[in-house]
């Protein structure tokens, strides 16, 4: 069975912090940041929006683009988010019973590859007859944990959320093979805490996120490379048969490493870290929504989705719109 992406939304809140606004409260400058990630500017939630309403917001769109019957028949809701409104109810529960809809619900944490796991689990259940239609969320509140004096991370982040449906699509359409790893050796390398005040390896935690760059920088470039180039191969294509490649959106440079790599020419490539920063789970349905937007999506075009984050974790996969 044929199984892919039928409907998508996404939602960006509608204030923003520009690099300027860093320039007067942080040791930076625009020119630093614009060089070493290509963030302008990221959009940042009204202190009283949370993440369960930024995922609302987005499955809003979903429908504003698909129709009111978009929703009919969903019947397992699944929210990618490091920043649940709470442990329990799941984020999903908020969704699905703003919906009114008929469905199961869980919460998943894969930190910023979050979605395309979504999408991936999503995937085996339609496969499997478990479930018809899921509705995949990734939706995030990062403001809420960031340390807004580090300035290592501080520049790097925003909130949004992004929607799609997976269901069976016609034969020759949809999900074509996925990547999905983890280096739990790695976790020390970016965290936030919640009930531990260390992990295993006795690394401190703290309630805002602490990383170290420079190595999720090498992790990043060094997985994105071999996380794509493997879901090429194994959806029996070549990197040159891609018509668009969505990667996560955490750092101009790790994108362009990626892009090389792949020896994908520059207009087969989404960025949109410019415009947004790294809002995690949101970021890659968030650049396929814009893609679309910008009708750079044909029928039968091979798409290249790839995804990186805490944990440290990584997934991939190619899907033929
Ligand atoms: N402004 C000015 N200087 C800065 C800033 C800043 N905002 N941030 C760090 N610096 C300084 C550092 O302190 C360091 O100074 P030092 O040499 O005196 O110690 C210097 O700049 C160089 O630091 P590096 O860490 O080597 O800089 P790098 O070029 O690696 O860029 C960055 C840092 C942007 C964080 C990069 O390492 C990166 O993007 N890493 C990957 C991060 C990422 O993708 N995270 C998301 C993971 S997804 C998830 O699950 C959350």
């Known amino acids: 069975m044929a199984v892919g992406i039928t409907a998508l939304g996404s939602y960006a809140p509608e204030r923003?912090?520009?690099?300027?606004?860093?320039?007067?409260?942080?040791?930076?400058?625009d020119e630093w940041i614009v060089a070493r990630t290509g963030i302008e500017k990221r959009h940042i939630a009204a202190e009283d929006e949370f993440t369960s309403q930024v995922a609302i917001r987005?499955?809003?769109?979903?429908?504003?683009?698909?129709?009111?019957?978009?929703?009919?028949?969903?019947?397992?809701?699944?929210?990618?988010?490091?920043?649940?409104?709470?442990?329990f109810p799941a984020t999903a529960s908020l969704v699905q019973a703003h919906f009114k809809l008929t469905a199961g619900t869980f919460d998943m944490l894969t930190a910023c590859t979050g979605w395309v796991y979504a999408l991936s689990v999503a995937h085996a259940y339609v496969q499997a007859g478990l479930c018809k239609k899921v509705l995949t969320i990734g939706a995030e509140t990062l403001s809420r944990v960031i340390d807004w004096?580090?300035?290592?991370?501080?520049?790097?982040?925003?909130?949004?959320?992004?929607?799609?449906?997976?269901?069976?699509?016609?034969?020759?359409?949809?999900?074509?093979?996925?990547?999905l790893g983890a280096d739990g050796e790695g976790a020390g390398n970016l965290h936030l805490g919640l009930t531990a005040d260390k992990l295993p390896d006795g690394t401190s935690l703290s309630d805002k996120i602490q990383m170290n760059g420079r190595e999720?920088?090498?992790?990043?470039v060094r997985v994105m490379n071999t996380a794509t180039l493997q879901a090429v191969s194994q959806a029996?294509?070549?990197?040159?048969?891609?018509?668009?490649f969505v990667p996560h959106q955490a750092n101009a440079r790790i994108i362009e490493a990626a892009r090389e790599r792949l020896g994908l020419p520059q207009e087969r490539v989404v960025v949109t870290v410019n415009e947004y920063g790294n809002n995690s789970t949101a970021s890659v349905g968030l650049a396929l929504q814009h893609a679309l937007d910008a009708g750079r999506i044909q029928d039968g075009d091979h798409l290249l989705l790839?995804?990186?984050?805490?944990?440290?974790?990584?997934?991939?996969t190619v899907l033929t719109w």
Do not use: C
């Open 16 to 29: 923003t912090l520009t690099n300027q606004h860093f320039e007067q409260l942080l040791d930076t400058t």
């Open 216 to 220: 999720v920088f090498k992790f990043a």
């Open 236 to 244: 029996g294509l070549e990197p040159g048969d891609i018509s668009l």
């Open 58 to 87: 987005a499955v809003e769109n979903l429908i504003a683009r698909s129709g009111q019957d978009a929703l009919d028949g969903v019947d397992m809701v699944i929210v990618a988010t490091s920043t649940p409104d709470a442990l």
């Open 306 to 316: 790839v995804a990186f984050g805490g944990g440290l974790t990584w997934g991939a």
């Open 149 to 179: 004096q580090d300035r290592s991370t501080a520049v790097l982040f925003g909130d949004g959320a992004s929607a799609g449906i997976v269901e069976e699509v016609r034969e020759g359409y949809g999900f074509r093979s996925w990547v």
